[in-house]
Structure formats: C-alpha cells, structure tokens
C-alpha cells in the first residue's frame, strides 16, 4: 500500500496520508520537537528533528504508526536522512558528521569526519552518499564502507539546504546561489546549473526524466529537464515556502509554512490536483512508502473450530 509522510513543526508527529484522496489514515506519537526530514528503507519510515530536547532517529513502523526504537543523541539538531544499502544515515548541526545507523538495533557503527558546519542535506547515488550544508558550502561524497571522504564539489556560493540524485547525477541547491547545480559523481565537477530559482531553494526530489525543486520567494514547485538544467513548468504559488517535496508513483508532493497542506502535483502540467487537511504547522519533512498490510484474521467456523481442538492445534 503506497503512503505519503509529512512532518514539521508546531504538531510534531509523522502523519500518514493515503494518496489516493489525499486523507491522513494514522499518525505517530509526538516526537517531542520539530521533525526536520523522514527517510523509508525497508520495513519501516525514520523520522529526526530537534533543537533542543530531542536529536535522535526514530524508527516507526507504518503499519500503525508507532515508535519500535530509537538513535543515541547526535549531539544537536538532525536535518538530513538518507538512506542506502542496509543502513540509514544522518547528519545536522553541533556534531556535524553523517552517522552510519544500522536499523536493526539503531545503533551507529560509523561516522565521518566533520563536514565543518551544520549538514543540510544528505543522498545516496550508486554506492556512495553525499552531504552538503552550510559554511563549508561544498558537496562531499563518501564512501559507507569505511565513511571516508573520497572527493568534494567546488563551493557552491551559500548554503547547501537540498541534494537529490537522478540518473548518473547529484543535484544540490540552496540560499545565496539559488541554482540548482547538476554534478557529475565521477570528479564532482558542476557540469551545468538551471536559472536562478528567485529565492533560496530548500528542497529537490525527482521523479521520471525531470528534477523537481522548492523554496522561498518564488513558493513555487519548479520542473527541471536535466539534459539542459532549464525549468519547463512550474506549480502555483504554495502560498508560503516549500520546504519539503518527495516524489510516488505518478505525482509529486509539496509541503511547506503558512499553507501548511500537502500538496499532490501532477508532472504532466504541474497542476494541483489535491490536497491534504491543514496539518496544523509547517511541514519541513516528506518522504514515501510502500508496505503490505498483514491479512485480517479470520475466525474459523465451528466445525473448523472444534477440528482444530480435537487436533489440539487451539
């Protein structure tokens, strides 16, 4: 069953949303601060966040929405998840190194060394994971196997707040620049940029054949054909800031402040086609997944039933 996540501030849960009408079906508990990104691998969705009581991963299973475990403290802030092969990773602020989380007892069994300012975004492409983030302002791409630093992008001119990865490239965006820059992993090199997004760029995602990018000022979803880093179409106004997009099945999906609503965009003309309830707060976090539901329980008949006993099966 495909589902959609959001989280954010001031409600400080992971709500579930069906795509199909855009309904929240369940909800997490209260993480206790605000949710700054969500991830999906395997069984379950990860959820992060903090600023002051609360920085650790939480692991929740989607089939009812709740907490099985949790991270040690990162030590301040996580704004970024990703994941790739066995494990999820996590990077923010005050530590500032991307931890290496084995899901199934969520305990850290590596880190990097430090990114040299607070980590704003994480993604994986082909067998490395990159971050990018704020005063250091570069894209470092790293090795899981031991999360060495194999090789880093040139400044990109601000803030990194966003990385996504399509095809054979790492994208990453943010403040200052305002571009989208497209990197070749092979020597993360910038091989080309879009436009000037017009305000900060948050968030990227994408979906098919096209990068897909948010932030502020323009509040508008943008879609990016990478062969030449031009925007073909664009969303309406949000009608706040886009902080959060994430991409399923046939459509992509916008969160953000003031609407504070999920949006679901078709990609063939960039049109709203619905939205979920006001989820009370901004929404800083969207992520997807799919999971099958156990079958119901079926209560044998009596004749079934009293086979059984004699069997001494119940």
Do not use: F, R
Not at 98 to 117: C, F, H, L, N, R
Not at 149 to 178: M, R
């Amino acid at each position: 069953m495909p589902t959609v996540y959001a989280g954010g501030w001031t409600i400080k849960k992971v709500y579930q949303y069906d795509p199909t009408d855009m309904s929240k079906v369940a909800e997490s508990a209260d993480y206790g601060d605000i949710i700054l990104a969500l991830t999906a691998l395997g069984n379950y969705i990860y959820a992060c966040g903090g600023t002051t009581p609360v920085h650790k991963v939480w692991q929740i299973d989607p089939s009812d929405m709740s907490k099985v475990a949790e991270s040690d403290d990162y030590g301040g802030s996580i704004d970024a998840l990703t994941a790739l092969g066995s494990y999820v990773y996590a990077g923010g602020d005050t530590t500032q190194k991307v931890w290496q989380i084995d899901p199934t007892d969520m305990s850290k069994v590596a880190e990097s060394d430090d990114y040299g300012g607070l980590i704003g975004a994480l993604t994986a492409l082909g067998s490395y994971v990159y971050a990018g983030g704020w005063m250091t302002q570069k894209v470092y791409q790293y090795d899981p196997t031991d999360m060495s630093k194999v090789a880093e992008s040139d400044d990109y001119g601000g803030p990194i707040n966003a990385l996504t990865a399509l095809d054979s490239y790492v994208y990453a965006g943010g403040s200052t620049t305002q571009k989208v820059w497209q990197i070749d992993p092979t020597d993360m090199s910038k091989v080309a940029e879009s436009d000037d997004y017009g305000g900060g760029i948050n968030v990227l995602t994408a979906l098919d054949s096209y990068v897909y990018a948010g932030g502020w000022t323009t509040n508008k979803v943008w879609q990016i054909d990478p062969t030449d880093m031009s925007k073909v179409a664009e969303s309406d106004d949000y009608g706040g800031s886009i902080a959060a997009l994430t991409a399923l099945g046939s459509y992509v999906y916008a969160g953000g402040d003031t609407t504070q609503k999920v949006w679901q965009i078709d990609p063939t003309d960039m049109s709203k086609v619905a939205e979920s309830d006001n989820y009370g707060g901004g929404i800083d976090a969207l992520t997807w997944h799919e999971y099958t539901p156990p079958p119901p329980l079926v209560k044998p008949s009596s004749s079934i039933a009293a086979k059984m006993v004699a069997a001494g099966l119940i």
